[in-house]
């Protein structure tokens, strides 16, 4: 991409209105617009970064065997009264009357809907385990949207939903998205810690927030030290005992979300305690018959007789997780995007713009790295070599290559490690051999 012909319409100054480096570099960077509080356009920028996690979200719940469907954004309310949730949901949710004056809604969560198409479809424990998700844009009408996309109105959410025949099975679907969610984060160049999470009325041990750590989280959370120590799982299938295995190790270190944690009867001692903030980027939850009961979603069992499936369902803030990201990934100068998410690779700086000697090397570059499919942003404008530098600093891309008379004249590009701040001159082969494996 030539940035004369993109659309990245960043900020030198700080905006006014965000308290959070995510929120301020989010919209410096040009990745968000504000259409009303709490809700965002996604420029071409923080679009391509939203669709690059939704991508590694996607991959990991189909990798762990759960189905991909699509459910719409507005819901009828009559499925939210069969729940009882409709008036329980309060002035959280987005209320709509349509043309004929049925009752509607802006999903703020599925367990309804999905529950619905379950019970039109599914009649026999043979089709199960069976778990759905989707990708789809959520409305909650917050109380106090704030910190940009990180608490927003309207977001984007992974959600999927497991239906077993008891809580065995359950307990295996549980387990499989617990890991799938290890991986998941680690895949977005991320470490998170799964909490144990309140149940609620329902009870039992099944419910765990994934957070990131940052300062500026909402949340205060408690850790055994050696929880940053644990291995991400590989990547591969796991039986439903050693599932459990990669659980129980995972869980056998304190860790725990405010609501969970007594100071007074804390299990480990105050030097193995870690307190910190933390960002919630993920939140799995079992809550068996909740829905399945008061909805009729029944299976046949092997008897014969009629069984209320056991549920549960795991959810991903996907737009929450770009600023998520951003928080535990940026210095004094802009964004530092890990590999698996940036937008682009590699950012060419043309240091002199219509200098045939300049023009010429960075074409040439620009050239072979597209053939290659490495994502490139080549900033072939016209602006002074600082600014060029001040831009890509900030929009944070792994690596820059900087191409200017002087070295075209030596033969050598200088590449920068956004990460590491990392310079050398190398041969133009050498510099693509960087990016190109
Ligand atoms: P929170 O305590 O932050 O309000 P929640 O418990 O209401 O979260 P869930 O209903 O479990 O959240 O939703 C699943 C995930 O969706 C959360 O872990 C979070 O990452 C994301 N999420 C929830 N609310 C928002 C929001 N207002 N803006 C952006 N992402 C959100
Ligand atoms: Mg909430």
Known sequence: ?????????????????????????????????????????????????????????????????????????????????????????????????????????????NEEQVTDIFRSNVRSYKDLPLNLYHIQWKFRDEVRPRFGVMRGREFLMKDAYSFDLDYEGAKIAYNRMFVAYLK?????????????????????????EFIILADTGESEVFYHKDVLNLQTPEDRDYSPEELQGIVDTWTSLYAAADEMHDPDNCPISGDELVTRRGIEVGHI???????????????????????????????????????????????????????????????????????EACDAACEDLYAKLNAAEVEVLYDDTSDRAGAKFANMDLIGLPWQFSVGPRGVKNGVVEVKNRKTGEKEELSPEAALAKLIG
């Open 1 to 109: 991409m030539r940035l004369s012909r993109y659309f990245m319409p960043t900020l030198k100054e700080d905006p006014k209105e965000a308290q959070i480096a995510s929120h301020r570099l989010m919209l410096r960077a040009g990745m968000i617009q504000q259409s009303s509080a709490g809700i965002y356009s996604w420029l071409p920028l923080g679009q391509k970064v939203l669709k690059n996690i939704e991508n590694i979200v996607r991959d990991e719940q189909n990798k762990a065997g759960a189905l991909e469907i699509l459910m719409p954004t507005i819901q009828p309310a009559e499925l939210w009264r069969e729940s009882n949730r409709y008036d329980d949901y309060g002035k959280e949710m987005l209320r709509i009357t349509d043309r004929h004056d049925r009752e509607m809604l802006y999903g703020p969560t």
């Open 184 to 208: 998941t984060y680690a895949r977005l160049g991320l470490q998170a810690i799964p909490l144990r999470a309140d149940t609620g009325p329902i009870g039992g041990d099944l419910s765990h």
């Open 285 to 355: 939850f079992h809550f068996g018959q909740k829905y399945s009961a008061a909805m009729g979603a029944n299976v046949t069992g092997p008897d014969g007789k009629d069984v209320t499936v056991s549920m549960g369902s795991y959810g991903i803030g996907v737009s929450r997780l770009v600023g998520g990201i951003i928080e535990a990934c940026h210095d004094e100068n802009g964004i530092v995007w890990p590999e698996e998410v940036a937008p682009f690779q590699v950012g060419l700086i043309n240091l002199k713009s219509g200098d």
